[in-house]
């Protein structure tokens, strides 16, 4: 941002005003004001969530509760994202249990899980929009349009797994899979909009609606942002001094229509972000990345306990960078899905998909057209009330290569007086995309038979629960195989190919504590160590330790006061894979990302009972103020680079009417 206006000045120090004095408790008279009886008893029917009831998809495909579902899960729900508020989902992700959000000098906004971050195309994660795959052939990992411009708004839950997805997902549910459940038309009753302004000039618009009637259901939202960005200085490979305001221009929207048994999706993202470029080299590039997803379903229920769908689902993808040209995919895929029972103890899940992948790695050729199929299946089996065995496989194939079996097989055990287990194995891939099959020079080369990465991961979780608390410690192990990474053939030049192996485990601990209808404590703490078949320790530059910790307080007045801090402590040196790296920006050190945010209810701080509903949300970032860096971990050859802004400020007014 251009901060030497006098309107930006007057307005950044008012809102940094507003902002503290909120915090503090300065909330007027209207924290101590009293909702009628009835008033608050919907409150709290509404904001007390039952842990032990909390209700999962993801997993299977189909409704479990999280402590049934063979998956080790996290879950964020709307009422958490509306107490810790967020500037998009990016911020969101970062509270959860193992995941760390940085950048890289090509692709600023980055999701690791697990520190299972090996290149900063960011393909070890697949996200899902109510369960259908958002993903591309281009190189299956650009995800960053839908972390910072997907309406979160229109977020109804997070379903998070921490671990192995490609038995029911496919490629690329390798780390983990994300799936974004959005909001059905009771949440949205009222239509909504929001104006938001805040630091580095960043002024955006949300606005989201439902309605119902007897045969469709409508649900609808978007958001419109803009920021001039804030100041990234840095010396890059050739030891040149720059900085420059990182602009962003982010454009979301997703509408679900329902209707019988038919449901349509439609999702459109897109980015306009300033960054390094290919090279880490002044001067910065800018690149323009769209998707967008439509998804055809249809679900019919042939009897009490069986029930069919197929889905017809298109990924739209582009990207046009000012350094590299233009670049695209169009990926089409249809799934046939039956589920059902067998009996009483016996479930059943049975499905194929077939995808035609088309695209172009390069402005001037790299066109690819590609066809895969798969069949999967799951099986889940309760031989006793409190012991349920699950098994799973999915057969990729595609045209030209031998098949891979991925399977999955888990035990999950309720062991009495709110404890359970999970024993879980899972092996999941990540099939090569295009841009590693069929580049073409004149500096990197893809070899078209690259053969999938793989991962094997064991999880062991014991957990505790209650109608108000959730704790649960897992140990995680993985071997991920067949890398795909660039090897060097003289000359300045590369080609893709397979090459290596990576080790990681860890232990992480998290929780949940509802204290009661005011009170909600939320955390997390994460080890994690790596290496290599070359005996390089914590291979992926990762911090080994992550601890979150967040405090939400809600008042009887519909006001709420929330604080979050997480804690990411020191990435390894780069100068283990590189010993002649370049020292030229300060090293990434350990850092503590503390999030501030206030919820103002102001219908009742104005004393008006009846009308529109307003409110007023205050939103501190980074509120230490740390200067935070991380390791230039794509090309390693120098240290470090800034990956977040300093301290910011942001307002947001909301209207429902």
């Known amino acids: 941002m251009k901060e030497d206006t006098v309107t930006s000045i007057t307005m950044k120090k008012t809102i940094q005003n507003i902002v503290f004095i909120t915090l503090l408790g300065v909330a007027g008279n209207g924290v101590s004001q009293e909702l009628d009886d009835q008033a608050f008893s919907e409150l709290l029917s509404l904001d007390i969530s039952d842990l032990t009831n909390l209700v999962v998809s ?24 509306k107490a810790f508020g967020a500037k998009n989902l990016k911020d969101v992700l970062a509270r959860v249990t193992s995941i760390q959000g940085f950048g890289s000098h090509f692709y600023p906004h980055v999701v690791s899980m697990r520190g299972q971050t090996l290149k900063h ?63 059905k038309s009771k949440a949205l009753t009222d239509s909504q ?49 720059d900085s420059v305001d990182m602009a962003e221009d982010n454009t979301g929207a ?8 038919f449901t349509i999706t439609t999702v459109y993202t897109e980015s306009d972000v300033d960054h390094m470029g290919a090279g880490v080299r ?11 997803l439509v998804d055809l379903a249809y679900q019919h229920d042939l009897s009490s306990m069986w029930n ?40 059943v899940l ?4 077939y995808e035609n992948q088309n695209g172009s790695v390069a402005e001037n050729g790299g066109d690819y057209d590609s066809n895969h199929s798969s069949f999967y299946s799951q099986l889940d089996y309760r031989p006793w009330e409190r012991i349920k065995f699950t098994a799973g496989f999915q057969r990729n194939k595609v045209k030209g290569m031998d098949a891979d079996v991925s399977p999955r097989l888990g035990m999950v055990a309720d062991l009495g007086k709110g404890w359970g287990g999970k024993l879980l194995y899972g092996k999941a891939f990540r099939s090569a995309y295009g841009t590693e099959k069929f580049v073409n020079g004149p500096r990197i080369f893809g070899t078209p038979k690259l053969l999938p990465e793989t991962i094997a991961t064991w999880d062991a979780q014991l957990f505790y629960q209650t109608p108000h608390l959730y704790i649960a ?14 090897i060097p053939n003289g000359g300045g030049t590369f080609t893709f190919a397979n090459s290596g192996k990576a080790n990681f485990e860890g232990l992480e601990l998290e929780g949940c504590y509802n204290v009661d209808e005011h009170w909600a404590l939320h955390g997390s703490a994460t080890y994690q160590q790596s290496d290599d078949n070359s005996n390089v320790d914590d291979v992926s530059l990762s911090p080994n330790v992550m601890a979150k910790l967040g405090l939400s307080y809600q008042t009887n007045s519909g006001h709420s006061f929330a604080a979050f801090n997480s804690y990411f402590g020191e990435p390894a040196d780069i100068s283990q894979h590189n010993p002649g790296v370049a020292q030229v920006n300060p090293n990434a050190g350990a850092y503590n990302l503390l999030t501030l945010n206030a919820s103002l209810n102001l219908n009742r701080l104005l004393g008006k009972s009846n009308g529109s509903n307003m409110s007023l949300e205050l939103y501190v970032d980074n509120a230490l103020n740390e200067a935070i860096y991380y390791p230039e971990f794509n090309r390693k050859r120098i240290n470090a680079i800034p990956v977040y802004s300093g301290r910011a400020y942001y307002a947001t007014f909301k209207l429902a009417f």
């Open 282 to 292: 002044w001067p910065t590039s800018s690149q323009q990345v769209s998707h967008a």
């Open 58 to 81: 993801v997993a299977s495909k189909r409704d479990e509760k999280i402590g049934e579902a063979p998956s080790v899960i996290s879950m964020v729900t709307a009422k958490e994202i």
């Open 473 to 486: 410690t897992t140990y995680f192990h993985s071997q991920i195989e067949d890398l795909i990474g660039r």
């Open 308 to 347: 069919v769908s197929y889905n017809l689902t298109y990924n739209h993808f582009d990207i046009d960078a000012s350094d590299s040209g233009k670049r695209y995919s169009r990926d089409l895929l249809f799934e046939p899905m039956l589920q059902g029972a067998l009996s009483d103890t016996l479930d």
């Open 121 to 183: 195309s960011n393909n070890e994660i697949l996200f899902l929009v109510n369960g259908r795959p958002f993903r591309t052939s281009w190189n299956g990992g650009t995800n960053y349009p839908l972390l910072l411009s997907f309406p979160v708004d229109m977020v109804e839950s997070l379903e998070i797994i921490r671990g192995p997805g490609s038995v029911l997902y496919g490629s690329g549910a390798f780390s983990g899979v994300i799936n974004i459940n959005t909001k």
């Open 193 to 241: 909009i929001a104006l938001k302004y805040g630091s580095f000039n960043t002024r955006g618009v949300v606005a989201a609606a439902g309605t119902q009637t007897a045969a469709v259901e409508v649900v609808a939202g978007i958001n419109v942002s803009r920021t001039d960005g804030w100041r990234f200085s840095a010396i890059d490979e050739q030891n040149v001094n």
């Open 254 to 261: 997703i509408a679900v229509l329902n209707s019988g048994g």
């Open 350 to 353: 049975i499905g194929g998909v």
